[in-house]
């Protein structure tokens, strides 16, 4: 991995690290031990959006989830995100969003919230992993309840990477602004009862209530899911550098798993679940089961 890439790692960590502060060309120049002329160039060439762009993306996203939460008020989010006034906030996230802050906070109609990758997973997701450094995964029996996914398909994607190319990486902060069962997003594989002709296996979406009237985007699509059971598969922490090899671990422990140790047997009839890779929990994914016959 070249040094560019790391410098520009390391001024977006110290954008999400300093969010509420004041944030200079200078303290981007100087975490990324380059000049303030060439961390400038560097950070558009290598993201597609100036320092100050990205920096006012990121806020107005992370504006409209504490509005999400609720019991906040319009100019308490302004200040704490910094700001100068709450006309300019209002008017920002407008342009952002197509909506004024205080009726997204009452109608929580999607919207298409930024979502900062780090530059440096590119590079990592093309380096081989090593299957040899497996690690501890943690399995555990679950019941989801009978529930809707309200989802965008792909064409032909089988996995995250090529889905992205298909429908772009935006999908995700239109979902992370939706309300959801399990508190997050999700990314599924669907099995061929819940395709439709000519669409993808690998599928991005939200789990809510099977009776809830939520609002579905444009250009998404519905399905319904019954009461099932899971093993949710969980590996330990890791470093978010280490993500690759952290999904290959908890993915093969699950290919060697055996439920019927435990009276089960699995259920491909419904989807198998990914959550989102965060480092400070492990990866996780789900695979459905039922009560193996006698």
Same mark, same amino acid.
């Given at each position: 991995?070249? &040094?560019?890439?790391? !410098?520009?790692?390391?001024?977006?960590?110290?954008?999400?690290?300093?969010?509420?502060?004041?944030?200079?060309?200078?303290? +981007?120049?100087?975490?990324?031990?380059?000049?303030?002329? $060439?961390?400038?160039?560097?950070?558009?060439?290598?993201?597609?959006?100036?320092?100050?762009?990205?920096?006012? %993306?990121?806020? +107005? !996203?992370?504006?409209? +989830?504490?509005?999400?939460?609720?019991?906040?008020?319009?100019?308490?989010?302004?200040?704490?995100? =910094?700001?100068?006034?709450?006309?300019?906030?209002?008017?920002?996230?407008?342009?952002?969003?197509?909506?004024?802050?205080? @009726?997204?906070?009452?109608?929580?109609?999607?919207?298409?919230?930024?979502?900062? $990758?780090?530059?440096?997973?590119? *590079?990592?997701?093309?380096?081989?992993?090593?299957?040899?450094?497996?690690?501890? /995964?943690?399995?555990?029996?679950?019941?989801?309840?009978?529930?809707?996914?309200? +989802?965008?398909?792909?064409?032909?994607?089988?996995?995250?990477?090529?889905?992205?190319?298909?429908?772009?990486?935006?999908?995700?902060?239109?979902?992370?602004?939706?309300?959801?069962?399990? =508190?997050?997003?999700?990314?599924?594989?669907?099995?061929?009862?819940?395709?439709?002709?000519?669409?993808?296996?690998? /599928?991005? =979406?939200?789990?809510?209530?099977? @009776?809830?009237?939520?609002?579905?985007?444009?250009?998404?699509?519905?399905?319904?899911?019954?009461?099932?059971? $899971?093993?949710?598969?969980?590996?330990?922490?890791?470093?978010?550098?280490?993500?690759?090899? !952290?999904?290959?671990?908890?993915?093969?422990?699950?290919?060697?798993?055996?439920?019927?140790?435990? =009276?089960? *047997?699995?259920?491909?009839?419904?989807? %198998?679940?990914?959550?989102?890779?965060?480092?400070?929990?492990?990866?996780? &994914?789900?695979? !459905?089961?039922?009560?193996?016959?006698?």
């Amino acid at each position: 991995m070249t &040094e560019q890439i790391l !410098a520009v790692q390391r001024m977006q960590d110290y954008m999400e690290a300093h969010l509420t502060e004041e944030i200079t060309l200078g303290d +981007l120049a100087r975490v990324s031990l380059f000049s303030p002329w $060439y961390a400038h160039r560097l950070f558009r060439e290598c993201t597609g959006l100036t320092p100050g762009e990205y920096l006012r %993306r990121l806020r +107005l !996203a992370r504006s409209a +989830l504490r509005l999400r939460r609720g019991n906040v008020r319009v100019v308490d989010v302004a200040a704490d995100l =910094g700001f100068g006034s709450v006309d300019g906030f209002q008017r920002a996230f407008f342009r952002e969003f197509g909506c004024n802050p205080g @009726e997204y906070a009452r109608t929580r109609v999607p919207i298409p919230l930024f979502v900062p $990758y780090g530059v440096k997973f590119r *590079e990592l997701r093309k380096e081989v992993s090593d299957m040899e450094q497996l690690q501890s /995964v943690f399995v555990q029996l679950i019941r989801k309840p009978r529930r809707r996914v309200i +989802l965008k398909r792909g064409v032909r994607a089988e996995d995250y990477f090529a889905y992205c190319q298909e429908v772009g990486c935006d999908v995700w902060g239109l979902l992370m602004s939706m309300d959801s069962l399990c =508190g997050e997003p999700v990314c599924l594989w669907l099995p061929e009862q819940y395709r439709k002709p000519g669409t993808s296996v690998y /599928v991005q =979406g939200v789990e809510a209530e099977a @009776e809830q009237d939520a609002p579905v985007p444009p250009g998404f699509d519905v399905i319904q899911l019954p009461e099932t059971e $899971y093993l949710v598969f969980q590996g330990e922490p890791f470093r978010e550098e280490d993500y690759c090899q !952290a999904i290959s671990a908890v993915q093969h422990a699950m290919e060697r798993y055996d439920p019927t140790l435990i =009276g089960y *047997e699995w259920d491909d009839g419904q989807p %198998r679940i990914q959550l989102e890779p965060r480092g400070e929990r492990g990866y996780i &994914e789900l695979r !459905a089961v039922k009560k193996k016959k006698a």
